[in-house]
Structure formats: C-alpha cells, structure tokens
C-alpha cells in the first residue's frame, strides 16, 4: 500500500495523468484480486517467500556443465547448476519467519540473502530448523563489497528489549543450538558488545543447555570487546577472516583487515581457552591456491578449530563480481586439507556458509564430547584430592 501510494504521488508531481490512470487501474484489479482471496490464501502471501527468496532450479546435472566458470574481459559467468537452490516453503519456514517479524527481529539469513534458507528455515526429516539471528538491527555502519546488509554512518539505537526477545524467541523454537552475529556498530562506545553479550546471557538464563554460537565483528580491533562475549557463557565463538591477506582490501570495508581479525581469533583461545573457534572463507574472489593454504596455515598456528569455506555469491549488482565459480572437486580438496592440517572441523563447498547448520550438529557433537572430557578431568582430580 505505501509502495503504491508513493507511486501515485510520484506520477501526479509529474503530471502525467496517462500513466496515473492506467496505474490506477492495475492496482484496482490487484487489490480486488486480493481481497477475494481466503484468509490461508493472504497469510500465505504475507508470510511465505517472497521474489527475493526464489532462485530458480533447473535441474540439470552439474558434471554435464560445459559453461565458462572463470570470468574473462566483458564476459558475464552464467550461474552453475549446483549453486541453484530450491524454492524456499514449509510449515517451519512460514512459522519461522512470522515469528521473527511478530518479535521485530532480523535474521542474517534474510539480510545477507542466503543461498541455504529453506533448507535451514524449512528443516530436514526431523523437522530441525536453524536461524542466525542477527542482533543490533539490521543497518551496518560498515560497507564491505560483497555484502548486501543495508549500511549507515549513524544507524537507529539498538532496541534494549532486543536480547530478551531473542532469547525468548529461539527457546521457544525448540532448538538447542542457534547462533548469533550482529551488524559492525562503530556508533558505539563498545561496538555492541555489551548488548551481545546480554543477549547470550539470555538465552542461557532461559535454558542453560542450550548451546550458543556468536559470530561477531571485529570491535575495530578492541580487544575488550571480544573479551566481553567471550566471557559471556557462549559455547562457541565465531569470526570470519572473510577472505585471502592480499584481497582484504579490495574486499572489505577499510576499518577491516587481516591482522586485525586473526587478533580477535587469537585473543578468544588467551582469554577462553576451552572455547571451540571457527572462521569462515570465500572463494571465487580472484584468489590463488597458495593465498588460500597460507590463510589455512595462519589459522592454525593461532589454534582456530572451525573452519568454512564457500562460493563468493554477488548479492546486487552493485558489489564485487565473482571472478570464478568454484568445483565441487575443488571444495571437497580445500576439505581434506583442511583435515591435514589439524581443523577439528571443515566445511568446504559451493553452498557452505559459516552458518550452515550441517556444522552445528558436528560442532555440537564436539561440544558435547569436551564436555564429557572436562567432567572425568574434575572428577579424577577429586578423586585423587580424596585420596591425598
């Protein structure tokens, strides 16, 4: 409605009463169009997919492409079948997102308009569905080229009820693992980090067990701030290096570099050393394979646990273009490496995205088992306190 009424006032500041009329007509014809549908019909218009989640699927079988996957002068790649997904729909994708909207949250799922949400909104056999909430709104005081997230120098104030809604809102999904990232906020004193940080705790005073994941950004370089939410009961912390040294600056905003976010992974394992760390890449940005390794190497010299590695996907026209489509091959490749060089766990594929929930369910498995280690290391010391 807003939409059509500043369309209305547009075309009659412009005085051109031809265009007015016929879109006057069209959306009559809409409108009563609307209005004879059922209640399930508009709840269905109003809640499910809409044009921004549809990316068409046409089945073809990806080892039979023959398309150019390596972006030449004044040519444009064509997308590959096996990055094309499925239109997203289900009960828990509608319920998920109407209840994300009822609580005035965001998701980085939306904003960032990923590739997996059906899947991870819509649930596999056992209906388990996974969302990435993103606290301390939606506009990002930075602006990173390849990066749909609507950006601002001075962006509303982040909502007060917003860690309370949050928790209330992902114990009441039933989940017992969900992650949290925020926008950067270089607005604020702390970055956010405090806010963050109450949010975790949230969630946890409402249901210890559930396990939490913080993606954050990098407090330009404020180490106070990742020692705020590294401190704050979360189970694992979460931070991407986002791409190779040599293309940071091409890539991302220029408060963002490489050093600067290694610093925050170091610091989280000196100041929490019994949190898992995880990090996230993406290739298909113009990178060479040995920028690649030396990124892996640099990793797990400072003892990171996690790592992903997925496709560079151009959200707008307006951000970087992909230089490449990566391979399956060649993902599956970055994986065993990634084993080779000691990663408790890697992700590595087109469609991998470091919140993709098929690591949640390994990352809570490895949870859970330095869990049950911490516990024998207690209770063997009792033991032997008892014994002296």
Sequence with gaps: KNMAVNICRKLSQ??????????????????RGYAN???DQKQMLENGPNLGDFIENDGKDWKEYKG???????????????????????????SLKKSLRGLNLH?????????????CWGGGE??????????????????????SVKTSRAPPPADPLEPINTARAVT??????????????????????AHFAQTVKEIKRLKPEMMVECLTPDFRGDLTGVETIATSGLDVYAHNVETVEDLQKFVRDPRANYNQSMSVLKHVKEVNPGLI??????????????QVMKVLEDLREIDVDCLTLGQYMQPTKRHLQVKEYVTPEKFAYWESMGKKLGFAYTASGPLVRSSYKAGEFFIKNLLEKRRTLNNEKVRSLNDEKGRV
Aim: glycine share 8%; charged share 25%.
């Design 37 to 39: 549908l059922t209640d």
């Design 14 to 31: 412009q005085k051109d009463l031809s265009q007015l009329q016929r879109f006057y007509k069209a959306s009559t014809s809409i409108t």
């Design 126 to 147: 056992n209906n388990t569905a996974t969302a990435t909430i993103m606290v301390l709104g939606d506009t990002c005081t930075r602006g990173c080229r390849f990066c």
């Design 277 to 290: 760390s995880k990090t996230s890449i993406m290739l298909g940005l113009g990178e060479s394979d040995d």
């Design 107 to 119: 998701t980085v799922c939306e904003e960032a308009k990923c590739p997996n949400i059906g899947e």
């Design 172 to 193: 009441e999904w039933g989940l017992d693992y969900v992650v949290l990232t925020s926008v950067d906020r270089d607005d604020m004193p702390d970055g956010g980090a």
């Design 68 to 94: 150019n996957l390596l972006k030449k002068k004044g040519e444009k790649l064509r997308l590959p079948p096996w990055l094309k997904t499925e239109i997203p729909v289900g009960k828990n994708y509608t």
